[in-house]
């Protein structure tokens, strides 16, 4: 068997992999096998019976993909998050129309029509990311797309609010795998220095979606109905299942190597042959263990932790606006339902200035720290943007707040929407390619289900405290207390630029 491609190496468990003189990008995936005793076996170079790749240009392996073919399966998986989010907003100025239909009077039940969606966000990773780990990346692909145009397509022939509350929690879940699995699916097919911009194209979804959705929803529900959102998204969904289905391949190393052993075994009728990446675990032992990595890396790792917090709470903060601008500039300043939607603007220019900033410079800033070009690549160096232009999302709310307070013209308001889109995805989108980076491919997807687990539960339900909050304080000081709060988080960057390394080293997480 040959040796294992040259990979860049990832920042955990750096001590074991420069053990190894490996320079993997996998982590827990790069480890030698288990024995059935649970110890370590050899290397494959001294054990013939272990199924590794064919040498560093293995055509199989997906670092070896063309970049056409790595490039279209980044692209599925970002149309699907981007389908995922529109469908979080999409429906939210259509929620009131379905409030007179269900004759609903609560208006907590009305909000919960959009936020246990994203709550679903939150509960479909604790079990899908680990499904992927185990079964991999493509069947998890295949099973949460006929769920969610299952599920969508109840939420459009509803004939009840218990029955569309049921579907929309449970599309949510199936929503959630592409978004918690889907950075596993980047650090599979792209090494450290290429991931800037793979991510900044993933991060669309869950960044636009949700800014992008109510513009549609609102002209979509005023002219054809709240039902039609659905269809729309029905329509859309079933375009990415047929695509998905019929060009995805898999991506996880580890169930690649295990179709190769398999192969091999049937080919050469040697049963003993086991894949390299493979542990000599029971598929429910694997499946226990692999549930609880996202726990353990919350509860074990500060920079999960932290990091997890300060994107959860600008992306609630987000849902936050969002679902408050209608009300806003239909009340302040006289919007109608469909031009009001186009409030969303702001945020969404922003947002897009941001990731086509983004998406230029992470790559380039890579490992360019103190003037030397050629310093190997830090996690750390993905802080970089975040260190210097997050702090400028308070500043944002400052501006949106008092000016919408003061009924200042509708534009100076949105320029502040602007200045907070624009700061948030410099948060967002480095926070999470710094936990892809910190924990590498086979770990990708648990760190961004720990931090779906974090985040997703901000979005939910951030914006039910908006009305109490804004009826109490005002749009001025309702606002001021949300910049207040991001502001208390801005060291984190700092913290971790200067000492995640040590951090890493030090809270090493056995996963």
Same mark, same amino acid.
């Given at each position: 068997?040959?040796?294992?491609?040259?990979?860049?190496?990832?920042?955990?468990?750096?001590?074991?992999?420069?053990?190894?003189?490996?320079?993997?990008? /996998?982590?827990?995936?790069?480890?030698?096998?288990?024995?059935?005793? /649970?110890?370590?076996?050899?290397?494959?170079?001294?054990?013939?019976?272990?199924?590794?790749?064919?040498?560093?240009?293995?055509?199989?392996?997906?670092?070896?993909?063309?970049?056409?073919?790595?490039?279209?399966?980044?692209?599925?998986?970002?149309?699907?998050?981007?389908?995922?989010?529109?469908?979080?907003?999409?429906?939210?100025?259509?929620?009131?129309?379905?409030?007179?239909?269900?004759?609903?009077?609560?208006?907590?039940?009305?909000?919960?029509?959009?936020?246990?969606?994203?709550?679903?966000?939150?509960?479909?990773?604790?079990?899908?990311?680990?499904?992927?780990?185990?079964?991999?990346?493509?069947?998890?692909?295949?099973?949460?797309?006929?769920?969610?145009?299952?599920?969508?397509?109840?939420?459009?022939?509803?004939?009840?609010?218990?029955?569309?509350?049921?579907?929309?929690?449970?599309? /949510?879940?199936?929503?959630?795998?592409?978004?918690?699995? /889907?950075?596993?699916?980047?650090?599979?097919?792209?090494?450290?220095?290429?991931?800037?911009?793979?991510?900044?194209?993933?991060?669309?979804?869950?960044?636009?979606?949700?800014?992008?959705?109510?513009?549609?929803?609102?002209?979509?529900?005023?002219?054809?109905?709240?039902?039609?959102?659905?269809?729309?998204?029905?329509?859309?969904?079933?375009?990415?299942?047929?695509?998905?289905?019929?060009?995805?391949?898999?991506?996880?190393?580890?169930?690649?190597?295990?179709?190769?052993?398999?192969?091999?075994?049937?080919?050469?009728?040697?049963?003993?042959?086991?894949?390299?990446?493979?542990?000599?675990?029971?598929?429910?032992?694997?499946?226990?263990?692999?549930?609880?990595?996202?726990?353990?890396?919350?509860?074990?790792?500060?920079?999960?932790?932290?990091?997890?917090?300060?994107?959860?709470?600008?992306?609630?903060?987000?849902?936050?606006?969002?679902?408050?601008?209608?009300?806003?500039?239909?009340?302040?300043?006289?919007?109608?339902?469909?031009?009001?939607?186009?409030?969303?603007?702001?945020?969404?220019?922003?947002?897009?200035?941001?990731?086509?900033?983004?998406?230029?410079?992470?790559?380039?800033?890579?490992?360019?720290?103190?003037?030397?070009?050629?310093?190997?690549?830090?996690?750390?160096?993905?802080?970089?943007?975040?260190?210097?232009?997050?702090?400028?999302?308070?500043?944002?709310?400052?501006?949106?707040?008092?000016?919408?307070?003061?009924?200042?013209?509708?534009?100076?308001?949105?320029?502040?929407?602007?200045?907070?889109?624009?700061?948030?995805?410099?948060?967002?989108?480095?926070?999470?390619?710094?936990?892809?980076?910190?924990?590498?491919?086979?770990?990708?997807?648990?760190?961004?289900?720990?931090?779906?687990?974090?985040?997703?539960?901000?979005?939910?339900?951030?914006?039910?405290?908006?009305?109490?909050?804004?009826?109490?304080?005002?749009?001025?000081?309702?606002?001021?207390?949300?910049?207040?709060?991001?502001?208390?988080?801005?060291?984190?960057?700092?913290?971790?630029?200067?000492?995640?390394?040590?951090?890493?080293?030090?809270?090493?997480?056995?996963?």
């Amino acid at each position: 068997m040959s040796t294992t491609p040259q990979m860049p190496q990832s920042g955990f468990q750096n001590d074991q992999l420069e053990a190894c003189n490996r320079e993997d990008v /996998g982590i827990e995936a790069q480890e030698k096998p288990l024995s059935s005793t /649970g110890t370590m076996v050899d290397e494959p170079q001294s054990n013939p019976n272990v199924v590794d790749w064919d040498g560093p240009n293995d055509p199989e392996h997906p670092l070896n993909w063309s970049k056409a073919q790595k490039n279209l399966h980044l692209a599925i998986v970002s149309l699907f998050t981007l389908a995922a989010n529109l469908a979080a907003t999409m429906f939210a100025p259509g929620a009131a129309e379905l409030a007179d239909e269900f004759n609903i009077t609560n208006s907590t039940v009305t909000a919960m029509t959009v936020s246990l969606y994203v709550l679903g966000f939150a509960l479909g990773p604790l079990l899908l990311a680990p499904l992927s780990e185990l079964y991999g990346r493509l069947i998890v692909y295949y099973f949460c797309n006929l769920v969610y145009i299952a599920f969508t397509f109840g939420c459009a022939f509803s004939t009840n609010v218990a029955m569309f509350l049921v579907f929309r929690i449970i599309a /949510g879940c199936a929503a959630s795998g592409p978004m918690s699995i /889907g950075g596993g699916t980047v650090a599979d097919l792209f090494v450290q220095e290429e991931r800037g911009k793979a991510m900044a194209l993933f991060t669309v979804g869950p960044l636009l979606g949700p800014v992008v959705g109510p513009i549609i929803g609102g002209f979509v529900s005023e002219n054809v109905g709240w039902r039609w959102t659905f269809r729309i998204l029905l329509i859309l969904s079933g375009i990415i299942a047929i695509v998905t289905f019929a060009l995805m391949k898999e991506t996880n190393y580890t169930v690649i190597l295990q179709k190769k052993a398999l192969r091999m075994r049937k080919q050469t009728g040697n049963e003993k042959l086991v894949a390299k990446l493979s542990r000599d675990e029971t598929p429910g032992q694997m499946l226990a263990r692999a549930i609880v990595r996202p726990l353990k890396l919350l509860i074990f790792s500060p920079i999960v932790l932290l990091v997890s917090l300060y994107t959860g709470i600008l992306f609630g903060l987000i849902f936050l606006l969002f679902t408050t601008f209608p009300s806003v500039f239909q009340d302040v300043y006289g919007f109608n339902p469909g031009v009001a939607g186009l409030a969303y603007l702001g945020l969404g220019i922003g947002m897009s200035l941001g990731l086509l900033m983004f998406s230029v410079l992470s790559d380039k800033l890579l490992g360019r720290k103190k003037g030397n070009e050629h310093a190997a690549p830090r996690p750390e160096d993905r802080l970089l943007l975040m260190k210097w232009l997050g702090p400028i999302t308070p500043l944002g709310l400052f501006i949106y707040g008092w000016t919408a307070e003061n009924g200042v013209h509708w534009i100076v308001p949105i320029i502040g929407t602007f200045i907070v889109g624009f700061g948030s995805l410099f948060v967002v989108i480095p926070g999470q390619i710094y936990l892809v980076d910190s924990f590498g491919a086979e770990a990708a997807a648990s760190a961004l289900a720990a931090n779906m687990l974090i985040r997703s539960p901000f979005g939910a339900f951030l914006d039910l405290t908006a009305e109490p909050l804004y009826s109490t304080l005002g749009l001025g000081w309702g606002n001021s207390v949300l910049g207040f709060i991001c502001l208390a988080f801005t060291p984190v960057p700092w913290i971790f630029y200067t000492y995640g390394e040590r951090l890493r080293t030090h809270f090493q997480v056995d996963l």
